[in-house]
């Protein structure tokens, strides 16, 4: 049974930095997609960042490129997001998700398959 386990949300400032993990257990994911995607209160789920397993390609929404790191840990099957520079617009339940590989890097939610149960950032001001 495949387990996607996100931890490290929290409550911060303005220009703070937060690290949220990804523990993913339950089988190999050597080729597997991993994402980050967040909803805010009366928005869409939408996507922040991804990485390829196998290679360590990794994307960006627009929204979070320079400030936000996605990466791995092959030895402990984690994925991390380290977010910097952090905007109120970035307060949002975040989440991890997983979808097996895909040649064209997949950003909707429609095309992931598992999906951690969600931390909360929120970023004051």
């Known amino acids: 049974q495949v387990q996607l386990v996100e931890s490290g949300g929290g409550l911060v400032k303005t220009g703070d930095s937060l690290r949220l993990s990804c523990a993913a257990s339950?089988?190999?994911?050597?080729?597997?997609?991993m994402g980050w995607f967040r909803q805010a209160p009366g928005k869409e789920r939408e996507f922040v960042s991804g990485v390829r397993w196998n290679t360590g390609t990794t994307y960006y929404a627009d929204s979070v490129k320079g400030r936000f790191t996605i990466s791995r840990d092959n030895a402990k099957n984690t994925v991390y997001l380290q977010m910097n520079s952090l905007k109120p617009e970035d307060t949002a339940v975040y989440y991890c998700?997983?979808?097996?590989?895909?040649?064209?890097?997949?950003?909707?939610?429609?095309?992931?398959?598992?999906w951690g149960q969600g931390t909360q950032v929120t970023v004051s001001s």
């Open positions: 998700a997983a979808t097996t590989f895909r040649s064209v890097f997949p950003t909707s939610p429609t095309s992931y398959i598992y």
């Open positions: 339950g089988r190999t994911f050597s080729n597997h997609i």
